[in-house]
């Protein structure tokens, strides 16, 4: 069965550093999304992507997030500088089309450790 | 802000109890769905509802999404200690790009 891929599983950044998370969707599907859970806490949302472009993105997601898919295949998150507080787990999803009836199949997430 | 409640947080049973963890919200959504999540892995999607009233059943798991859409159910007959986990329920809004809300988690221990 398809699934999303990500990369890598654990990072580990100085405070301040940049990173990217990457992510390979399920290759037909058309609507993408991060999410991050914080250890001990629920899964939050951050940003959706369709069509190429940002189509919403939460209070969470400020000027320090990007969102890129450079190559119809990957979709990344970069942080720009880290903080501490953006330790956690991250989760790329993937749907195929509208319609509510369809569900977001996740990653299994990328462990982003700040020091 | 769209909220989903679930409980109980932590539930601990023997094996061939039933159980049933409540996911409840004051907002409507247009599907709920429901995953189970083990230490360091994603989400896994146990079942998708769409239809108020609509009940769905996998294998010793059952699935209700209220009449009103507002709040869903998970039932577990005869817990297997494999049934141990966090089980997420996440709600799909009824406008934007189907980003989810998700509740709030239960962790399950099914005890040999």
């Known amino acids: 069965e398809p699934e999303v891929t990500q990369t890598p599983s654990h990072q580990v950044t100085q405070m301040g550093q940049e990173v990217i998370l990457r992510c390979v969707p399920i290759?037909?599907?058309?609507?993408f999304y991060w999410y991050r859970q914080i250890l001990g806490q629920k899964v939050e949302f951050l940003v959706s992507f369709y069509n190429n472009e940002i189509s919403e993105k939460s209070e969470i997601f400020d000027d320090q997030f990007s969102v890129e898919r450079p190559d119809g295949s990957n979709f990344t998150l970069k942080i720009r500088s880290t903080k501490l507080e953006d330790s956690a787990m991250y989760f790329c999803a993937s749907r195929p089309t509208g319609g509510y009836g369809q569900p977001q199949h996740f990653g299994d997430g990328t462990r982003l450790s700040i020091l | 802000t769209q909220l989903l409640e679930q409980s109980p947080q932590f539930l601990s049973i023997q094996e061939g109890e039933n159980l049933t963890v409540y996911c409840n919200s004051s907002s409507v959504f247009s599907s709920l769905q429901w995953y189970r999540q083990e230490p360091g892995e994603g989400p896994v999607l146990l079942v998708t509802?769409?239809?108020?009233?609509e009940v769905k059943k996998l294998k010793r798991l059952t699935f209700q999404f209220g009449d009103a859409r507002k709040d869903s159910s998970l039932h577990i007959t005869a817990a297997q200690p494999g049934d141990t986990g966090l089980y997420l329920c996440a709600g799909a809004p009824t406008s934007g790009t189907y980003k989810y809300i998700f509740g709030t988690g239960t962790r399950l221990k099914v005890l040999a």
């Open positions: 290759s037909n599907h058309l609507y």
């Open positions: 509802v769409v239809t108020g009233g």
